[in-house]
C-alpha cells in the first residue's frame, strides 16, 4: 500500500474572527478546527505530518503534536499564496516518498473516507487528483472543467470563466493529494504572473495536464469541505457538526 503524508495549512491570522487565536484554533464541539483535520488525516493512515503556521503562533504548533506527535512544523513568514505555503513543507518532507494530501486547517468536517478515496486516485499515470464538491451556488468558486473521460484538464475561477463555465457546478475544494515524485518540481515551476503576484497551488493542474498526465477528481458533500472564515461560519459549522453526530447516533 502507497505511504500517504499530508501538508496541513494553517497560517490564517483569523483577522475577521475577531480574535488573537490563530483561526485554526478556535473550536467546533471543544475540538479546535486544527484538531478534526489532523484526526481525520490520522483515520486515513497518514504517516509523516508538515503543518505550515505563521510565525508566533506556537499555540498552532502544540495543538499540532497533540494530534500528531511526529508533526513537523514549517513557517511561512511570507503570505505569497498557497503554492508558496506549500513549497515551505519541502525541507520536511523531500525525503518522503508516497502520496502527499495537501489539506486546509480550516476544514474540519472533513472525513477520513474521502482523504482514502481522493489518495487512492494517485498513481504513476495520474500523479495528481483534486477534491471538488457540487456547490448549490457556486458563485465564487473555482470551476473544475473535464473533459469526456472525466479527468480535469484545468481549474478556471470566476473572473476568468465564460457565461457557460460559469453554469458547471463542480467546484474546487483546494484539497489535493500528489505523488510525490511530481510536488517538488512542480511548484518549483509556478510563476506569480498574476495580478496579486501570489503563487497559486492550483497552477500545478495545468502543468500536469501540460506534460500529458492526467489529473483525477474525487467528488465529496459540499459541507465536508466547508471553511471557517468568521464567527457566524463557526457557529453554523458548530450544529451541522452536532447535527450529523445526532444522525450517526442514531444509525448505530
Known amino acids: 500500500m502507497t505511504k500517504t503524508a499530508c501538508i496541513v495549512l494553517a497560517a490564517g491570522k483569523g483577522s475577521r474572527m475577531k480574535s488573537d487565536l490563530p483561526k485554526v484554533m478556535h473550536k467546533v464541539a471543544g475540538r479546535t478546527l486544527l484538531g478534526h483535520v489532523l484526526s481525520a488525516a490520522n483515520e486515513t493512515g497518514v504517516e509523516s505530518y508538515c503543518v505550515v503556521c505563521g510565525p508566533d503562533m506556537a499555540v498552532v504548533e502544540q495543538e499540532a503534536k497533540v494530534f500528531a506527535p511526529g508533526a513537523v512544523i514549517a513557517l511561512q513568514t511570507d503570505r505569497l ?22 489539506l486546509y486547517g480550516d476544514v474540519p468536517l472533513i472525513k477520513a473516507q474521502t482523504l482514502k478515496n481522493l489518495a487512492g486516485m494517485v498513481n504513476d499515470k ?51 493529494a500528489v505523488n510525490s515524485s511530481s510536488l517538488w518540481s512542480l511548484l518549483d515551476r509556478i510563476d506569480n504572473d498574476n495580478a496579486n503576484k501570489e503563487y497559486y497551488l492550483t497552477d500545478i493542474v495545468g502543468l500536469t495536464v501540460n506534460d500529458g498526465q492526467k489529473v483525477g477528481v474525487a467528488v465529496c458533500e459540499e459541507t465536508e469541505v466547508a471553511g471557517v472564515n468568521d464567527r457566524a461560519q463557526l457557529a453554523a459549522m458548530e450544529q451541522r457538526f452536532l447535527a450529523a453526530k445526532s444522525e450517526q447516533l442514531k444509525k448505530s
Open 81 to 102: 499564496g498557497t503554492g508558496h505555503a506549500v513549497s515551505m513543507a519541502k525541507t520536511a518532507l523531500e525525503n518522503f516518498s508516497g502520496t502527499v494530501l495537501i
Open 126 to 176: 495520474m500523479p495528481l487528483a483534486v477534491l471538488g464538491f457540487t456547490a448549490t451556488d457556486p458563485k465564487g468558486y473555482g470551476r473544475l472543467l473535464c473533459d469526456n473521460n472525466g479527468y480535469l484538464q484545468t481549474i478556471r475561477e470566476e473572473l476568468d470563466a465564460s457565461d457557460e463555465e460559469r453554469q458547471v457546478d463542480l467546484c474546487n475544494s483546494g484539497i489535493m
